[in-house]
Nanobody, 128 residues
Framework: QVQLVESGGGLVQAGGSLRLSCAAS????????MGWFRQAPGKEREFVAA????????SYADSVKGRFTCSRDNAKNTMFLQMNSLKPEDTAVYYC?????????????????????WGQGTQVTVSS
């Protein structure tokens, strides 16, 4: 098993930046492909980004491509989400997730059901 804890959320003005972290404990972090999802009030949870076990491969939702960057540091058991040029529509609770399945580019990586473990979430609020 792995335990996930997100941090780094907060209130930021439109156009600003935030860096989210997801700290993992338990089983070897590098055994997991990872993902970021978000859930806005009244909406379903949606895919944001995913990263392979080594960090060599990533994928992003169209809505964040070019603005968000997902990375990981396996030596520190941590995944990151650098969010730039933030928009009010990025306001949501952001969750990190881990899967024992190998990363594969495509729809499966963006599917919540593919992930085995979830953090508790961190709130990101972007003001206009």
């Amino acid at each position: 098993q792995v335990q996930l804890v997100e941090s780094g959320g907060g209130l930021v003005q439109a156009g600003g930046s935030l860096r989210l972290s997801c700290a993992a404990s338990g089983r070897t972090f590098s055994s997991y492909a990872m993902g970021w999802f978000r859930q806005a009030p009244g909406k379903e949870r949606e895919f944001v980004a995913a990263i392979s076990r080594t960090g060599a491969s990533t994928s992003y939702a169209d809505s964040v491509k070019g603005r968000f960057t997902c990375s990981r540091d396996n030596a520190k058991n941590t995944m990151f989400l650098q969010m730039n040029s933030l928009k009010p529509e990025d306001t949501a609770v952001y969750y990190c997730a881990a899967t024992t399945k190998a990363y594969r580019p495509g729809p499966r990586t963006a599917t919540m059901g593919e992930y085995d473990y979830w953090g508790q979430g961190t709130q990101v609020t972007v003001s206009s």
